[in-house]
């Protein structure tokens, strides 16, 4: 079972790799190639050749895990890259993680809007209904972007960051959860 909590990342290899490949093998491409540390606790994904194959690494705080799955029928789908992406690597929500994972063609998903924290990188947006009734994401300068101002702000800031409790967007994946 993997532990899939609200701050930890998920990186995917583009290249394939080679799934002889076992804990020695995959720490220096975690490094390398991703560019990541992999003590981070954070999870990084890799495919083989034919996309059948996909082994995922993480450090669980004693030591290195890695989690194998091989599909009878099919292939994992990898998301689209984002023009102009150069990095080797490509950072997945636990939702893409759970889509690829259920076989789910990730170019007819679309992703509905939803709450989130405020962190002090992000820009502050808020949605506003235009005059034709549909929705657009626009700046608000009166939403703080740090969240300890959250706390501090207005009412209405307070009260959502009253909602927001510490275990909002964490998932566990299991053998038969996926």
Not at 53 to 82: H, N
Not at 115 to 128: E, G, I, M, N, Y
Request: charged share 25%; with cysteine.
């Amino acid at each position: 079972m993997i532990a899939i909590f609200a701050h930890t990342k998920l990186y995917l290899a583009k290249d394939a790799t080679d799934m002889r490949k076992s804990f020695r093998g995959l720490i220096p491409l975690t490094e390398a190639v991703l560019q990541e540390e992999p003590v981070s606790g954070h999870l990084f994904v890799f495919l083989n050749r034919r996309q059948d194959l996909m082994k995922i690494l993480y450090w669980d705080g004693t030591g290195f895990c890695t989690w194998y799955k091989r599909l009878e029928r099919g292939s994992f789908q990898r998301p689209p890259a984002v023009a102009g992406e150069e990095r080797p690597g490509l950072e997945l929500s636990t939702a893409q993680l759970s889509l690829i994972l259920e076989g789910i063609d990730l170019t007819s998903v679309r992703q509905r809007l939803r709450f989130q924290r405020f962190s002090a990188k992000s820009t502050a947006s808020v949605t506003r209904r235009t005059s034709k009734g549909r929705q657009k994401r626009v700046l608000d300068a009166s939403i703080p972007r740090d969240p300890a101002a959250l706390d501090a702000g207005p009412g209405r800031h307070r009260a959502a960051a009253g909602r927001a409790h510490a275990g909002a967007g964490d998932a566990i994946l299991g053998a038969g959860d996926r």
